[in-house]
C-alpha cells in the first residue's frame, strides 16, 4: 500500500520548540545553591563567617603581639595605628585578645553544633521511625528537658565540672540537642510512609540503612538551616557564661570574658566594651542571616 505524502504536513518551527530543555538540569543541591547566590544578604553572613573563621585561625599568627603578655606602661591605650582596637587595662593588645576569643568562641559554636546534630539527629530519627512505646518514651524524656530553661542545667552543670574550655562544650552540647530531635522526629514521621522507603523495605534493607541512606538525608533541609541557627545560640550562651564567670577563664580571651573585663571601667574606656560586644553582635546577625537564606533556599515550594 502506497503512502500519499499529502497525509503528512511539516511540523512548525515553534512546535519542535515546545520539549526543548532551555537549560542544563540541576540537581536538588545545585538548585540551593543557586538560590542561596541570589540573596544578597544570606551571602553577605556567609563570607563574614567564612572571613571571621579564617582570621580567627591565622590572624594571631602575623601579630607581634601575644594575647597574654602585660605592659602596664601602655595600659587603657586608645585605638591608634600601633593598637588598632587599643589596649586594656593590664597593656594587652585589644585586636589580638578579640582574635583570641573568637578562636574559643567559634570553636564552642562549632564544636556544639557538632554535637548537637550527632545526638539529636540519632535520637529523633530512631524515635520517629520506631514511633509507638518507644518513640512516646524518648518524646517524655525530650518534653521533660525542655520544660526546664536551659541556662539552669548549663549552670548547674558549670558548678560540678571544673570551668574550662571542654567543660562548656559538654554543658551546652548536653542542653541543645533536644530542639534537634524533635525537628527530626517530626520529618521522619512524615517520611517514613512514601514509597521509596516501601521500595527500600521490598529489596530487603534493614532499618539502619532506611534510617541512615534514606530518611535522614531526605530530612537534610531541615537539619541543616536548624544547625546553622543553633551555632549562634552556642556562641552567644558561652560568651554569657564567661562573663557571668562560669566560662573559661582568665587569661584565656574569649568575648564574654573580654566584655566582662571592660564593663569595669566601660564609662573611662568605652572602646574594650564596644569591640567583643561588636564582635559578638556582627557574628550572631551573620550567621542569621545565612540561616534565613539557607531556610528559603531549602524550602521545596520556592524552587522554580
Not at 542561596?36 to 544578604?41: D, E, S, V
Not at 537534610?220 to 549562634?232: D, R
Amino acid at each position: 500500500m502506497e503512502i500519499s505524502k499529502e497525509l503528512f504536513e511539516r511540523v512548525p518551527a515553534e512546535e519542535k520548540n515546545l520539549n526543548r530543555i532551555v537549560r542544563p538540569s540541576e540537581t536538588y543541591w545545585q538548585d540551593v545553591w543557586r538560590r542561596l547566590k541570589a540573596n544578597k544578604l544570606a551571602m553577605a553572613g556567609l563570607f563574614f563567617v567564612i572571613f571571621i573563621t579564617v582570621l580567627a585561625i591565622v590572624g594571631p599568627w602575623f601579630s607581634k603581639y601575644d594575647y597574654r603578655t602585660q605592659d602596664f606602661s601602655i595600659a587603657n591605650m586608645s585605638p591608634s595605628a600601633e593598637h588598632w582596637f587599643g589596649t586594656d587595662q593590664f597593656g594587652r593588645d585589644l585586636f589580638v585578645r578579640i582574635l583570641y576569643g573568637a578562636r574559643i568562641s567559634l570553636t564552642v559554636g562549632y564544636a556544639v553544633s557538632i554535637l548537637n546534630f550527632t545526638i539529636g539527629v540519632l535520637y529523633g530519627g530512631i524515635a520517629g521511625y520506631v514511633g509507638g512505646k518507644v518513640d512516646n518514651f524518648m518524646m517524655r524524656i525530650v518534653d521533660i528537658l525542655l520544660s526546664i530553661p536551659s541556662t539552669i542545667y548549663v549552670i548547674l552543670l558549670m558548678l560540678i565540672f571544673d570551668a574550662g574550655l571542654t567543660s562548656i562544650i559538654i554543658a551546652l552540647a548536653i542542653t541543645s540537642w533536644v530542639g534537634m530531635a524533635r525537628i527530626v522526629r517530626g520529618q521522619i514521621l512524615s517520611l517514613k510512609q512514601q514509597e521509596f522507603v516501601l521500595a527500600a523495605r521490598t529489596i530487603g534493607a534493614s532499618s539502619t540503612r532506611i534510617l541512615l541512606r534514606h530518611l535522614i538525608p531526605n530530612s537534610m533541609g531541615p537539619i541543616i538551616v536548624t544547625l546553622t541557627l543553633a551555632i549562634p545560640s552556642a556562641i552567644f550562651s558561652e560568651a554569657f557564661l564567661s562573663f557571668i564567670g562560669l566560662g573559661v577563664s582568665a587569661p584565656m580571651a574569649s568575648w564574654g570574658v573580654l566584655a566582662s573585663e571592660a564593663l569595669q571601667g566601660y564609662q573611662l574606656y568605652p572602646y574594650q566594651l564596644f569591640f567583643p560586644a561588636g564582635a559578638i553582635s556582627l557574628t550572631l546577625f551573620a550567621f542569621q542571616l545565612l540561616g534565613d537564606g539557607l531556610r528559603d533556599a531549602l524550602d521545596p515550594k520556592m524552587r522554580k
